[in-house]
């Protein structure tokens, strides 16, 4: 289910504790990514919830710690898309290893999707993954950006302040291969660009090679799995921003993440629980 919320040639500009909502029917017990932007241009977010019951209210409060009430944030498009988990590929230990699922993003969106900090699973906008980091990573779109495969995939920003991760099925004592797919997204990021990845107990440094042919190029870890999960993990080793403005952040792309064993191939939400508050002080919350 997707539901958009236009709000046609207008924004809404949340004064101190102003808020405005909208009442949503949701599926019981279903995952649902909200996506939000300011007018265009402006970074858009996301962020997931569970649904307790079928009735929902989504809310979006300035909580009023402005000392400058007509400087509040500016809500421009609101989606509310339902989730879904991907099944684990028999050959590949990675759930959503390829970045597919994720939230709704408008067309015109030209930044991509800012996902900040969920240490929670299953109320993850990105199935599989969190970001277990205090700054958001980049959810970018083929329409925009250079893609490893498929329609999406992973920018990751801020060095080791904007990190994905994700527990995976292991056997203990069996060798794996991490492999992935590292590029850049065509956005002017200022190389170099370099990944620090984790598998289990091994951490490497991957450097992306430029070549004219590709816009990525295909990496690997080994490693022996001490338990029956293993976290993968990746952040950006380097604190890049594009060079056209000097001031965006930017970073090294990451896809088609897959874990197989080496030699054979082959929200709940509850009552007034959940609230994020971002930049401006805005305050998201799901009512139900
Ligand atoms: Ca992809």
Redesign the pocket.
Known sequence: MILIVPQGAHAVRLGNDAEISQEVKVEKGALYSVTFSGPHGWDSYAWAFQASEEDARVVFRNPGMEDDPTCGPIIDDIAIKKLFVPDKPKDNAVVNG???EGPWMFRNESLGVLLPTNLDEDTSSLPGWIVESNRAVRYIDSYHFS???????IELLSGKEGIISQMVQTKPNKPYRLTFSLGHAGDACKQPLAVMAFAGDQAQNIHYTPNSNSTFQTANVNFTAKAERTRVAFYSVYYNTRSDDMSSLCGPVV??VRVQQSGSIGVRVGGLGLFLVLCYQLLVVVLI
Request: hydrophobic residues 25%; aromatic residues 8%.
């Open positions: 390829d970045f597919e893609v490893p495969g498929g329609k999406r995939a896809d088609d």
